[in-house]
């Protein structure tokens, strides 16, 4: 059976702090078909002194953003999807590291379970990282997703991050990443593909270490960032047409987005899945009704909470 090539994209902008440890945990792989293509998001720092020594080994490639594609993240991964070679696609970040084994351990999921993507289980760290943190052990699970796969992707119970799965590159022929988000823009496009009865398989193992820091989307976005919070609204719409249009909206999902609506104390946002979803008068004034009561719901959750008892 011919060895699969791996294709890693990794965006970044302005990390040549970080960059250089991330690089050298990639160099570092036990499997050795892949090639890294590194695309700049026209950062102003000294990033591509770091690369440069890196580009002896020929798998690696560094890359300007083309033009083509919109600023940002999702336009820089979009990039390299565009010119990657290989016949699996995974992304990794430019701060964070990679245990040794992953490509291998990937790879083999893949192709032992005859799957079209795999996904395995990440751990947070702050600060200098040791070595000393990577399970060089070789007993873990693989075992393939139930048919909740997608259902449990949308609503957290099954994490699929972008730097924690290998995909097929067939799985992006037809779906990448909308460049207008400038947040949740992975679940927007990871829905996409499940939604398309793709299989996939879950290691039961720790092979990605991400850096913790104040700087992160997710932590702009849960400090109430307008940018990312109305990124993530904007996903819940495109993910409500989507499923929509493909008769997936179950009733347990559509519970779930109408309390991220009213979360999010957002009435157009309600009132968008409400129509998608074609609800009759007394379902849309109920959950008006809903809508309107929440912040007395929530103090009194709140006041609950906090007295003793």
């Known amino acids: 059976m011919r060895e699969l090539k791996v294709s890693i994209v990794m965006a970044t902008y302005n990390r040549a702090h970080f960059i250089e440890e991330s690089l050298h945990s990639i160099q570092n792989q036990t499997y050795t078909n892949w ?3 590194i695309v700049d998001d026209g950062g102003n720092d000294n990033t591509l002194d770091v690369v440069i020594p890196f580009l002896n080994d020929k798998r690696f490639i560094y890359k300007q953003r083309g033009k083509e594609h919109i600023k940002g993240l999702p336009g820089s991964r979009n990039y390299g999807l565009s010119i990657a070679t290989g016949d699996t696609i995974i992304f990794f970040d430019d701060d964070d590291i990679v245990h040794p084994d992953n490509l291998k351990i990937c790879v083999y999921a893949i192709t032992n379970k005859d799957v079209d993507f795999c996904s395995y ?14 399970d060089l052990n070789n007993n873990y699970d693989v075992v393939l997703n139930n048919e909740n796969a997608l259902e449990d992707m949308i609503v957290g119970k099954y994490s699929l991050s972008s730097c924690v799965v290998m995909w097929r590159k067939k799985c992006f022929v037809n779906n990448i990443f909308n460049e207008n988000l400038l947040y949740a823009e992975e679940w927007e496009l990871y829905q996409r593909i499940l939604s398309t009865n793709v299989k996939g ?4 193992k720790v ?4 850096r913790k820091h104040i700087n992160s989307n997710t932590s702009e976005f849960w400090s109430e960032n307008p940018i990312r919070v109305n990124s993530k609204k904007e996903a819940i719409r495109l993910i409500i047409d989507n499923l929509i249009s493909k008769n997936l909206l179950s009733e347990y999902l559509f519970n779930y987005f109408v309390g991220l609506a009213i979360g ?4 157009k946002l309600l009132k968008h899945i409400l129509e998608k979803r074609k609800s009759n ?25 906090n007295t003793p008892f």
């Open 35 to 37: 090639e890294c293509i």
């Open 121 to 134: 289980i990440k751990k947070s760290f702050e600060g200098d990282f040791s070595k000393n943190e990577f």
């Open 201 to 204: 398989a879950r290691i039961g």
């Open 207 to 210: 092979l990605y270490y991400n």
């Open 264 to 267: 999010f104390r957002d009435r």
């Open 281 to 305: 008068f007394s379902e849309r004034l109920y959950l008006q009704f809903k809508f309107m009561l929440f912040p007395l719901w929530k103090n009194y959750s709140r006041i609950v909470k």
